[in-house]
């Protein structure tokens, strides 16, 4: 997780009504912290960029809290969380990382305690102990799309075939990161993170990984989907998750890297 000092804040929809409510939340003893998320929490916002906010408040006043900050001014967007739930953003399932994305970079203008950064930073990973799980979870989604859409081409069921070609990405990007204890970024901030923030041992250099993306995305392209899945291959079996591929069987691999069963 990155988190940032508060600098550039002073534009755009709902800045008046965000500096009101950090000034306001500074003195109120039942506010325990403020986290600005969303692209201006990453320092990626632009003049139209909303402000997203979680404010963290004691338990005893959680329901009064939302009910207070239920209506907020246009450009201000916020959620009311309560400490001892805070904690259980990230969701547990794994099949979906919950809020765990949103707290990958953020500003934590309040933190009266140190208790809401430590929380944030928590759900800003994927859990040590959930990692392998999740990771061969994502995996073995990810291998099931690419044959279903490897599938569909062999049989000249060019429409399916792409479809399921876009379905792979978000199981992809999922292992990928998931592996190296990461959420996979929101879409909007993928090729930021790749640049900024990159895997530390990817498939493949940057540039070229999202060259293979594009082609698939744009047709479903048989050629790219392979390359990928060889890269992905070498690099995930290398980190232990050789059962995952071999579960499919050694025809199923083969097909994969070379169309022929």
């Given amino acids: 997780m990155s988190t940032?000092?508060?600098?550039s804040y002073r534009f755009g929809p709902g800045a008046a009504a965000y500096r009101e409510l950090i000034q306001s939340a500074k003195s109120d003893p039942n506010i325990l912290g403020v986290i600005l998320s969303g692209s201006r929490g990453a320092g990626r916002g632009t003049?139209?960029?909303?402000?997203?906010v979680q404010i963290v408040v004691r338990d005893a006043v959680l329901g009064k809290y939302r009910r207070r900050f239920a209506h907020t001014p246009p450009g201000l967007d916020i959620k009311v969380r309560g400490i001892s739930t805070f904690g259980h953003g990230a969701c547990r399932r794994p099949q979906h990382a919950g809020y765990g994305p949103a707290f990958a970079h953020i500003l934590i203008p309040i933190d009266k305690?140190?208790?809401?950064?430590?929380?944030?930073?928590e759900q800003a990973r994927?859990?040590?102990?959930?990692?392998r799980t999740y990771v061969s979870a994502q995996l073995d989604g990810?291998?099931?799309e690419l044959l279903r859409s490897l599938k569909?081409?062999?049989d000249g069921n060019s429409l399916a075939g792409h479809l399921e070609a876009t379905r792979t990405l978000p199981y992809l990007f999922e292992t990928l990161f998931g592996s190296e204890g990461r959420w996979a970024p929101y879409a909007k901030y993928l090729e930021w993170e790749l640049r900024e923030f990159p895997l530390r041992n990817p498939p493949l250099p940057p540039e070229r990984f999202l060259k293979l993306v594009k082609g698939i995305l744009s047709s479903g392209d048989v050629s790219s989907?392979?390359?990928l899945f060889l890269a992905v291959e070498r690099t995930l079996r290398a980190r232990g998750y050789g059962r995952v591929f071999d579960s499919w069987g050694s025809s199923q691999l083969k097909f994969f890297r070379t169309g022929q069963a």
């Fill in 47 to 52: 003049a139209l960029s909303d402000h997203d």
């Fill in 152 to 154: 569909n081409f062999r």
């Fill in 113 to 121: 305690t140190g208790r809401v950064a430590k929380l944030a930073r």
């Fill in 4 to 7: 940032r000092m508060e600098s």
């Fill in 225 to 227: 989907q392979r390359t």
């Fill in 126 to 131: 994927v859990p040590k102990n959930r990692v």
């Fill in 142 to 144: 990810y291998i099931n």
